[in-house]
């Protein structure tokens, strides 16, 4: 019987995936539904970018549907070294930059680069679904370490140097986080470049959400010249321009790791799309990036301000992290859960079905994300991220009185 990959079974499906298709399908049914579940904008793509793209794109029809090399366009590299100035300070050379097909590739090359069979990478627990099956799929053990919603999520330095071992290779680290919505703090950052310092680590930073900030600020870890030999920074125009279907990133680190992500992408998608480059350049210019940045971070901070009231007022048993950035809140529900007699996945599952109100399991996230759930804030008003919650709330009680009778 022909069988597939060891590999093919091992990988695990992506829950936010599975979601988005439940969702989908709801929808295709004529169904309404509460989307508080996949990190998917409510807001179009900038007018201005938009009609900008579409007039270069006319204009050069052959640029416009022709390959790119593998690295990028020049005028986009040369746009987000202008930009990492602008924005971070930091100067970055046309070498330590590659283009890819969101941050979703630049993650997968990068430990395709830096890791070696059953090297250990360390990660945070919860932490963003790709991390640890991008390292089994490259060949490496992902290493989870717990970061806790009494800590602030903020990475526990003790706790990661109890996780390193002889094998250890790198750390990776989100900030701001998917799915806890923190934000590394400045002392925790400088203590995290010090463990790779001590213990001659490469570090994983994914920055995705790095102008998605509405308390406190990014630490742009290149800013410090003893980063830059190990520091990997990995980016993406999914988020703060809201263009997550043109499939577009890039990454920013040391000339050789940067080599080996473009030799890597050769095999894997060859060039990235090149009208979503167009695209990206324009959105680059610094007078219609701030203008879209201070436009979307007011939407945003609107919407996560109304999810964290209005959770608090149908959910007071609960706890939840107050996202100072991206675009989630992650709570426990573990009060309501165990009276309702429910684990996370089945209160996602029923609720999308029932309710039709899709959010996230916890558990989708890690071990440590058992019994919470994570909400979107920005693929919704505030009207509707409002009646989400109530029918959340409505769904657990008939649960609650069901599981009590
Ligand atoms: C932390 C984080 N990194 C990377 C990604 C992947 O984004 P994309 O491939 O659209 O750039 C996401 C998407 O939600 C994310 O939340």
């Given at each position: ?16 995936r ?24 409510s ?156 213990h ?26 003893r ?37 890597f992408?050769?095999?894997s ?57 991206a ?6 529900l ?12 089945q209160l996602?599952l ?5 309710k ?50």
């Open positions: 019987m022909r069988k597939l990959s060891l590999l093919s079974q091992i990988v695990k499906q992506s829950a936010i599975q979601m988005l298709k439940e969702v989908a399908d709801l929808r295709l049914k004529g169904i309404d539904v509460i989307q508080l579940s996949t990190g998917q904008p807001l179009p793509i900038d007018e201005q970018v938009f009609e900008e793209t579409v007039a270069e794109m006319r204009k050069n029809r052959l640029l416009a549907s022709s390959y790119t090399p593998t690295k990028g366009l020049r005028s986009v590299l040369e746009a987000i070294q202008n930009d990492l100035k602008v924005f971070g300070n930091i100067d970055v050379s046309l070498d330590e930059i590659v283009i890819t097909e969101g941050a979703t590739e630049g993650l997968l090359l990068t430990d395709f680069a830096i890791l070696d069979r059953d090297d250990e990478i360390i990660i945070m627990d919860p932490s963003y679904v790709s991390y640890a099956q991008d390292a089994i799929i490259a060949g490496a053990k992902p290493i989870l370490v717990e970061q806790k919603m009494d800590e602030g999520y903020q990475p526990n330095i003790n706790r990661i140097l109890e996780h390193i071992t002889p094998k250890t290779k790198a750390i990776l680290v989100a900030t701001p986080d998917n799915p806890t919505g923190r934000v590394i703090n400045k002392e925790t950052a400088k203590a995290l470049l010090d463990i790779a310092e001590d001659d680590l490469w570090f994983i930073v994914d920055e995705a959400y790095k102008h998605l900030i509405y308390e406190g600020e990014h630490y742009w870890f290149w800013r410090e010249s980063a830059r030999e190990r520091t990997i920074c990995v980016n993406t125009f999914s988020k703060d321009p809201a263009m997550t279907g043109f499939r577009l990133g890039y990454v920013y680190g040391p000339k050789e790791v940067i080599a080996a992500i473009e030799k992408k050769q095999y998608t060859l060039s990235s799309n090149t009208p979503a480059q167009i695209a990206a350049t324009i959105y680059l210019r610094p007078e219609v990036k701030k203008r879209i940045l201070e436009y979307t971070l007011r939407i945003y901070r609107s919407r996560r301000d109304k999810i964290y009231e209005s959770f608090k007022e149908y959910l007071p048993e609960a706890n939840a992290h107050y996202p100072e950035g675009m989630y809140m992650f709570a426990n573990n009060e309501y859960l165990r009276k309702a007699n429910m684990n996370d996945q996602m029923g609720l999308v079905r029932e039709h109100v899709a959010i996230v399991a916890g558990s989708s996230f890690g071990e440590t994300g058992k019994n919470h759930m994570r909400f979107t804030f920005v693929g919704e008003n505030e009207e509707r991220i409002e009646k989400g919650m109530k029918l959340l709330r409505e769904f657990i009680d008939e649960k609650t009185v069901n599981a009590s009778k």
